[in-house]
C-alpha cells in the first residue's frame, strides 16, 4: 500500500537559524590561532586534567545521576546550598530547558537586541516568541527592557558580562529590572563569564533573596573544560525541582563530572587565569584604540572589535584569516560593523595585533 508521510516540527522550530560556532580551521595552513570561541589559552588547570583522566578508567559505567560530588564542590566554593544547585551539559543546555518548562506557545523570551543566540534559539525551540529589546551603545538599556515586559513575558535572559559585546551592568541595574519582572516570570542571569570579573558573585546573592531569580554558570570559559559540556544554576527549590524533572538522568558524563569538581576547587587557576587575561586585554584595548580601532571596556574574556563598516569588519577578518587568525564575526548578533576576538595569550595577543596592524597599514596606502 503506497502511503505518504508528513510529520511537521513544532511551531518555531522552521524559524530557527542554526546556531554556527566559531571556526577552527583555515585551509592551506597549520599555524591557526583561534580567537573565535572565548576560551582559555592556558586551558584547565593539572588537577582537572588528572581528573577527567581518571575517570576513563571506569568507561563502562553510568555516571552519577544526581551529581552530588560536583554540585558539593560548587556549593563549598561559592558558598551556596547545594540543594540549589542543578547541573547540566552546559549552560546551554539549562537555557533550553528553562525555556522547555516555563515559556511554551504564548508565552515571549525577552533578551538584549545582541544578547546570547542560545536565547532565541532555545525559545524558538519551544514555541515561544522571542523579544529582542534595543541596547544603547552595546549596553542593557534597564528602562527599555523594562518596558518590554509584559503579563506574557515568561523568561527574562541577561548575561553578565555580556557576549558578544563584553559589557556589563551593575548590580543595581540587575536588582531594578528584578522588582519590574512579573509575577508570571523569571529572570535569568546568565553569568558564562563571571569568573572574569573580579570579586562578583554572578548573582547568587539575589538568588538567595528571591524566588524569581536564577544564575547560570558554565565551566567552558575560564576552567577551561568547554569540550566536557558542564554547567550549572543556582535556583529557588521549584525551579531545580522542575529541572531535575525533565533533565536527562546521565546529562553530564564521568570526565566533565570529575573534571569540573577538581576545576572549581583550583583557585589558584582561576586567579592566574584571571589575571592574565585582565592584563593583556587592557593592553590590547589600548593598543587597538592606537591603530584608530575602538572596542568597549570589556569584562569578558574578549574584545569586540568596531569598523566604519560592514565591509571594512568582513575585510578584517579575511585578512586575519589570510594570516592564520580566526576571529568570529558578529553579524547575527546584529552587530554587523564588528569581530569578536578572544583574549589569547601574549603570543596570541600579539599575533592579533600585528594582523590588524598591517590591515589597516594595507587600507591606508591602498
Known amino acids: 500500500m503506497d502511503r505518504t508521510f508528513s510529520p511537521q516540527p513544532n511551531p518555531g522550530i522552521l524559524e530557527i537559524s542554526p546556531y554556527v560556532g566559531g571556526g577552527s580551521t583555515v585551509p592551506g595552513r597549520d599555524d591557526v590561532l583561534k580567537l573565535s570561541s572565548n576560551e582559555n589559552p592556558l586551558g584547565p588547570g593539572d588537577a582537572a586534567r588528572d581528573a577527567a583522566r581518571d575517570a576513563l578508567r571506569i568507561p563502562e559505567v553510568y555516571p ?13 566554593v561559592h558558598g551556596l546550598p547545594v540543594e540549589g544547585i542543578v547541573c547540566g551539559a552546559g549552560s546551554d543546555e539549562l537555557i533550553a530547558l528553562l525555556c522547555r518548562i516555563y515559556a511554551g506557545p504564548g508565552g515571549e523570551v525577552v533578551f538584549t537586541e545582541h544578547g546570547f543566540a542560545m536565547y532565541r534559539i532555545s525559545a524558538q525551540a519551544a514555541g515561544a516568541e522571542p523579544v529582542a529589546v534595543p541596547e544603547r551603545d552595546r549596553v542593557l538599556d534597564p528602562d527599555q527592557l523594562a518596558a518590554a515586559l509584559s503579563d506574557r513575558t515568561r523568561l527574562v535572559f541577561i548575561a553578565n558580562p555580556n557576549n558578544p559585546t563584553g559589557t556589563m551592568v551593575s548590580e543595581t541595574v540587575v536588582r531594578k529590572l528584578a522588582d519590574a519582572i ?10 558564562a563569564y563571571a569568573e572574569y570579573v573580579e570579586e562578583f558573585d554572578g548573582g547568587a546573592t539575589l538568588v538567595g533573596e528571591r524566588g524569581n531569580v536564577v544564575m547560570l554558570r558554565t565551566f567552558s570559559k575560564i576552567h577551561g573544560l568547554a569540550s566536557l559540556r558542564v554547567g550549572w544554576a543556582y535556583a529557588p527549590p521549584d525551579v531545580c525541582d522542575m529541572l531535575n524533572r525533565v533533565r536527562g538522568p546521565f546529562n553530564i558524563g564521568a570526565p566533565g563530572l570529575a573534571a569540573a569538581a577538581a576545576a572549581v576547587r583550583d583557585r589558584d587557576h582561576v586567579t592566574r587565569s584571571r589575571t592574565m587575561n585582565t592584563r593583556l586585554r587592557s593592553r590590547l584595548h589600548q593598543q587597538l584604540a592606537g591603530l584608530g580601532l575602538e572596542s568597549d571596556v570589556s569584562m569578558a574574556n574578549f574584545l569586540l572589535i568596531r569598523f566604519e563598516s560592514p565591509a571594512e569588519a568582513g575585510a578584517a577578518h579575511s585578512h586575519l584569516l589570510s594570516q592564520g587568525v580566526i576571529t568570529r564575526r558578529v553579524d547575527e548578533y546584529n552587530l ?6 578572544t583574549i589569547g595569550d601574549e603570543a596570541g595577543c600579539r599575533r592579533l595585533f600585528d594582523g590588524l596592524e598591517s590591515f589597516r597599514n594595507r587600507r591606508e596606502a591602498g
Open 336 to 341: 554587523p560593523s564588528a569581530i569578536r576576538a
Open 182 to 191: 512579573p509575577p508570571t516570570a523569571l529572570l535569568v542571569l546568565d553569568g
Open 64 to 76: 552519577a545521576s544526581d551529581h552530588l560530588h560536583l554540585r558539593t564542590a560548587i556549593a563549598e
